[in-house]
């Protein structure tokens, strides 16, 4: 058999869901394709399927392999084009997997776009602050916040956000505006982001010489704990406390003055870089790499959230 129909009938088993629907949508008869299927996990030496009378279910090795599978079909269905020189729509799907509060705030208004441009490409996006493991779970891209750590996934920096302390006019009246870092440690509390680090830094003057200074870490007592930074900020507009957050959660609240930036003279902001992150593959896909293009070239435009 041709291993490349192979994998393209077992794509095909796995997303009908059942040998006796993927038979039906390829017309052939099921006994037919069931015994592909039995050849190729002979020839694999691995059961890629757990089936049952009323299920089936990849096995771990059955996952890798289905999604190597789509990524070889992709390739060589694109490669093909180029080849023949087609000067086609872009067409097929994306799976990235973006922050909660970016992603809803700032990458669907961009991938909206994209769409408009690109109509026939299909998204699946999940909405998510943790960290997907991209390859296993099958993404094509993620876009992520902060330090990068996986070495084994290449990544371009698409835009900058900075943290801001903020607190409402309410929250200031009761406790007070802070003048120096170290009131903060008393009579004051902060909401916090559950992935974020604990301390907050600021530039310490020991004179009125501005050169003669040092960072200094402050902990304010925490008053609240959360992953979401939209519900951090609400906390914050209503008076609950002091909150470090990304301009690009509060910048709506600072200029509409719910929220009021606090020691803007002293305090260090960290610098967070935001990423596409994909797969270090042979070939990268051209609707992923047309789109990390446009993500870089939308925010160069529309990066609206400095404060």
Request: some cysteine; glycine content about 4%.
């Amino acid at each position: 058999m041709n291993k490349f129909e192979d994998m393209k009938a077992f794509i095909r088993i796995v997303d009908a869901g059942s040998i006796t629907k993927a038979a039906s949508q390829l017309n052939i008869a099921k006994s037919a394709l069931s015994k592909r299927l039995t050849t190729l996990e002979l020839s694999l030496g691995i059961s890629l399927l757990n089936r049952t009378t009323r299920s089936q279910v990849l096995t771990d090795s059955g996952r890798a392999y289905y999604l190597q599978c789509l990524r070889i079909i992709d390739d060589v269905t694109e490669m093909e084009s180029i080849l023949q020189n087609k000067q086609c729509a872009l067409s097929g799907s994306i799976k990235i997997t973006v922050p909660l509060s970016f992603g809803l705030s700032h990458l669907a208004p961009a991938i909206t776009e994209f769409n408009k441009l690109h109509h026939q490409i299909k998204f699946d996006i999940d909405f998510n602050d943790r960290k997907t493991a991209i390859i296993n779970e099958g993404y094509d891209m993620a876009v992520r916040i902060g330090k990068l750590h996986d070495s084994s996934l290449i990544a371009k920096k698409i835009t900058t956000v900075k943290t801001v302390l903020v607190a409402s006019q309410q929250y200031l009246d009761k406790h007070g505006t802070p003048k120096s870092p170290y009131e903060l440690l008393t009579n004051h509390v902060k909401l916090h982001y559950s992935n974020a680090p604990g301390a907050l830094y600021f530039e310490h003057r020991n004179n009125r010489d501005k050169k003669d200074s040092e960072k200094i870490s402050i902990n304010i007592p925490v008053a609240l704990i959360t992953n979401n930074g939209d519900y951090l900020c609400q906390a914050a507009v209503a008076g609950m406390g002091l909150i470090s957050t990304p301009d690009f959660i509060c910048h709506q609240y600072i200029k509409n003055r719910q929220l009021i930036p606090v020691l803007t003279d002293c305090f260090i902001p960290t610098v967070l870089g935001v990423y596409a992150i994909y797969p270090q593959t042979r070939h990268l896909n051209k609707r992923i790499r047309m789109l990390i293009d446009f993500l870089v070239n939308f925010f160069d435009k529309n990066s609206d959230w400095d404060v």
